[in-house]
């Protein structure tokens, strides 16, 4: 009998939970009985055409692996940023891929990434269906920005915000030291979608206020309330803490930056500075000690403080993924649905592919506050659940003990 | 029979640690017999002539809060950077100070600080002495810059310092993902001594060879080997990631800092720190994907992270402050031992505060490479009993709980 093999790999930006949902992929494979081998493609689509495979059915075996895996940050995989063509373009890199899948007994490819890699699962099903390969192309969801559509929230989003309302906490308590009117501008990522910057307003608590002030992309940033709204919040109280998306723009979309003229892969312009930039606007405009802190990529690999509930959706999700392609799905993503907030339920669902790729889920208007400088308490509740549940990584001579990864040798 | 009452005050910048050495003097207040209330000043030394103090010894009996305080961020008293005069030259503080002490019949006065607040207890041991006040007054060290002479290490720095290290394990995983040449720079505090950025070395594991270079203000910073220390690391792998203290200079002492070129939305010229400076470098000079991350103040505030040897040691030092100050002691500071490396174990011990007030540590130059760009294991070996051990703090609602501070309200 021919062997049903699978490959998965992940691509995009890191997350603390992308590895969960590999292990959740690889626990999946295990469980059910439709596959032999699970491959592991390297640095995403690119290891199918550069024959860059491990075997993840028998790394699983190793003692400990799996439970390392599944709280490890980044890529275990490695990543990639490489958008397919189209087919009909350029249908070369499709003829090498699926001789490929076809030479390996690839039944199934589960792809965990984000907006971008949904766009290669939508392709690869595309063709599939075009050249009527029997596979299930999965898309397995994972992004800090939380701005995939459909799905209820994204893995790896309930972490990151965790660790940004936990950072936002021990920053209020680390900016209230001095009795003199101070301001910190925290920079938080979200080109987009304001998701990640909003959860800093989780950090408010029965004696902390903190974040003051919440600048978001899905609304219009205008410097002359900034300053008048930093003003009258020094009126209230001595010190400030504001939390700034990387992507806050004017009314004419312009970033509130400095942009770098260089453009990745996909086009995105290459954002560092609006925390930056808003401390020369309080220095110069207002006088007071002011300091930005951007905290970069620590939000999205500081897998020391992970959400519990984010983490096991994340693995969930990965195993899900399975399910769907043992039922002969393809051409879909996993979806997680919300079914009750309060006691926090959920369902795991998936969706069509074309639906998701390339759309974006920004923050409803109406979840932010009229003067667009704060969220409501519609989304608190939101985000709340999402960062509930610790887990306790494993440490060894003072450090975390993360999944020794094969690309860091 | 007259009160014997005792005031305990922090000063400088936050720790992680601060608290713990706090929890401490009040823990050796409540076991001695020597002193009736603990007083806490609030704002450093300010609070004696603002008369802003709070009763420590009631809160202390709170439940709870002791091990609540042990493990909170920065200063729950709240600081202050007050630097007296001379008593010859300006009497009137000092009298203003005593008749205080005098009026609350306070007979011990305790600092928890760093460099700064030595010389305040420097300054206050030597007038008590002058007017003939019976009064002991102790310096309780922390900094997580490490920089105090004759005590082998501060409290604060092994938190800091695994909260560094951890940090930097997760960015090497985290910059590993894509297989393109790649350069991470990542920004430590310190402006003068480089024991944080050091630190960094201890995210070396059996997979992980990153910090793959270390650049500390103990040696003259030069661009050009700089560059030819990039262009030499790369040819070995693909991802760098790079330590670098806030501090660094060239051999004629100005800091390497960069002001950017491309000047924001609104015009204003970028002045950045070393981090950015070293982007800018690679950027220019060698092309490779680059990135700088800043650390900034989550360094010194992240109590979600804490090293149990740092945070036990840091409580002790308070304790052993109040043992100072009922032997008549005064004038002097809180030192730690190192009595042996293996197994690790420390004396608490105290010395003249006029050997350490206004001197400071730097890293031996024998502990750092020839080249100038990495440790040598003689600093791997002082750092590493200094970040073992974790404290796990409480969460609650998905968040740390952590003590309720006055002034933030």
Not at 233 to 240: I, S
Not at 362 to 390: C, F, H, M
Request: charged residues 20%; proline residues 3%.
């Amino acid at each position: 009998m021919t062997k049903r093999n699978c490959i998965v790999a992940q691509s995009g930006g890191p997350t603390t939970a992308i590895n969960a949902s590999l292990a959740g992929v690889i626990a999946g494979v295990l469980e059910s009985n439709c596959f032999d081998t699970c491959y592991g493609s390297l640095n995403g689509i690119t290891g199918v055409w550069n024959n860059s495979f491990i075997n993840l059915t028998e790394k699983a075996s190793e003692a400990g692996f799996m439970d390392k895996l599944k709280l490890s940050p980044a890529m275990y995989l490695g990543s990639c940023r490489h958008k397919l063509p189209n087919y009909e373009a350029d249908p070369d890199i499709y003829k090498t891929i699926f001789s490929r899948f076809d030479e390996m007994n690839i039944k199934a490819f589960f792809y965990i990434g984000g907006n971008d890699s949904m766009d290669t699962v939508l392709k690869l099903s595309e063709y599939a269906k075009e050249i009527g390969y029997d596979i299930s192309i999965i898309g397995v969801p994972k992004t800090i920005d939380n701005d995939l559509c459909i799905t209820d929230h994204t893995p790896g989003f309930g972490s990151a915000a965790k660790y940004i309302a936990t950072s936002m906490l021990e920053i209020a308590h680390d900016t209230t030291i001095y009795p003199v009117k101070s301001v910190t501008i925290v920079e938080i990522m979200g080109r987009d979608a304001g998701w990640l910057t909003a959860s800093a307003a989780l950090a408010r608590n029965s004696y902390n206020t903190s974040p003051d002030l919440i600048y978001l992309p899905e609304t219009n940033f205008d410097e002359d309330q900034f300053i008048r709204d930093v003003k009258l919040k020094l009126e209230e109280k001595d010190n400030l803490v504001i939390a700034v998306s990387e992507g806050i723009h004017d009314k004419e979309g312009n970033y509130i930056t400095a942009t770098e003229a260089a453009a990745d892969t996909f086009g995105h312009a290459q954002l560092s500075g609006a925390g930056k930039a808003l401390e020369m606007m309080v220095s110069e405009k207002i006088g007071v000690k002011v300091r930005s802190v951007e905290v970069n990529i620590l939000q999205r690999c500081a897998a020391h403080l992970l959400s519990k509930t984010d983490i096991d959706e994340s693995f969930e999700q990965g195993r899900h993924g399975v399910k769907l392609a043992s039922q002969n799905i393809t051409g879909s993503m996993v979806c997680i649905e919300r079914v009750s907030n309060a006691p926090y339920t959920v369902a795991y669902t998936h969706a069509n592919i074309k639906n998701i790729a390339n759309e974006a889920k920004s923050i409803p208007r109406e979840w932010i506050n009229e003067a667009g400088n704060d969220v409501t308490k519609e989304l608190i509740d939101y985000i709340y659940p999402l960062i509930q549940g610790e887990y306790t990584v494993e440490y060894k001579k003072g450090l975390p003990v993360y999944a020794e990864v094969p690309h860091l040798r």
